[in-house]
């Protein structure tokens, strides 16, 4: 049996967890870490387990008593247990109660107009914090758009947390904060949800998957396999935004003009353009794979060809100057607050006109017409009437990007 003279990360260990008032809880944290990952030293920690864990919970409960902040998440978070609990009480209900949510059941009870439109994303972006918006709200709106996509008014969330041991507290509630302000002006409740810690390293500080559910309010729900020759193609903004704001982060890198995420809730200006114009036959986010990805995803189910006009897709300036610095095409890049609309062209005025009196919508815009020549294809017409074929990549330009 090593004593404890051989087992340096031990001492450690013990020492600190002897040691409150003066305990870093990162050392704390990833102490026992350091241990798991040694070989030789696994066996001798495992027969410590039992005792290192109770002293662990000790802690925990004196942390709790004294009133202590503990500063990162614990692996006891996601135990089902007390500490559980308090992460709960103190935080999650704080920012995501309501009534639903607050009775803590299995399950949660709802009352629910059909039919319904039922989306689910896991969120994995990096950065957590971006410009413009943060991992929370990103996961709120993501999914509460992919259910308005289908003439929904989306009514409930459910959300999932898995969380890195050692993600700073102070970062864990500004996400959820950020989640409940998101939630509120979507309109949406988040009804149930789970928490589970990993040891550091199994995930990268914290993956989030919501689940949204909607009535639909229309009699035929948008759907990309509608799309038919002779209809137009609207779009309700810049492209590509999201996708470099976050490039830009990741990477260090400044523009003269800054660059913001689009990341937002789009579901109430879907339920005014819906309400006065329910002929609309295509509702999509062009969100992962950008604007010329999601269109071929229409043009192949609907078997048609979408025709766009370079000219009059918007790309803010600082975009296209970024994305040519970076080798990146801007019709690739994703975006988290815009909708590509495609309904009959004896409706695309009035469409435009719903679209542009919103903030959301401003500079909507009309970029193409959807035809039967080329079916499954995306046609580009370049300004000097050149075309070239717009296929889907085979991977992410990007990856983890939402
Ligand atoms: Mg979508």
Known sequence: MPTMGRVPHMSKLQKTMNAPSTRDDSVFCYGAEDLVDNEPRAAYFESRLISCFSIRISWLQRCHARGKRVERVLLDYGSGGKASHRLIGELFLKYLGNEILDRLDDAAFLEIKGPISVSTDTFTVDPIFFPGGDIGSLAVHGTVNDVAMLGARPRYLTCGFILEEGLPMADLER???????????????????????????????????????????????????????????????????????????????????????????????????????????????????????????????????????????????????????????PLYLANEGKFICILPQEHAEAALAIMRSDPLGADAVQIGEVRGEHPGKVVLETPLGGTRLMDMLEGEQLPRIC
């Open 175 to 329: 996400i959820v904060q950020s989640m409940g302000n998101a939630a509120r002006e979507a309109g949406v409740l988040v009804v149930t949800g789970d928490t589970k810690v990993v040891p550091k390293g199994a995930v990268d500080k914290i993956f989030i998957n919501t689940t949204g559910i909607g009535e639909i309010f229309v009699d035929e729900a948008p759907s990309g396999h509608r799309a038919a020759p002779g209809d137009a193609i609207l779009i309700s903004g810049f492209m590509g935004d999201h996708g470099l704001a976050i490039l830009s982060k990741r990477e260090g890198l400044t523009f003269e003009a800054p660059v913001l995420s689009d990341c937002a809730s789009l579901n109430h200006l879907i339920v005014r353009l819906l309400e006065a114009i329910p002929s609309v036959h295509v509702l999509r986010d062009p969100t992962r794979g950008g604007l010329a990805t999601t269109l071929n995803e229409i043009a192949g189910q609907s078997g048609v060809e979408c025709r766009i006009f370079e000219s009059k897709i918007p790309v803010r300036p600082e975009v296209t100057g970024g994305c040519s610095f970076l080798g990146l095409d």
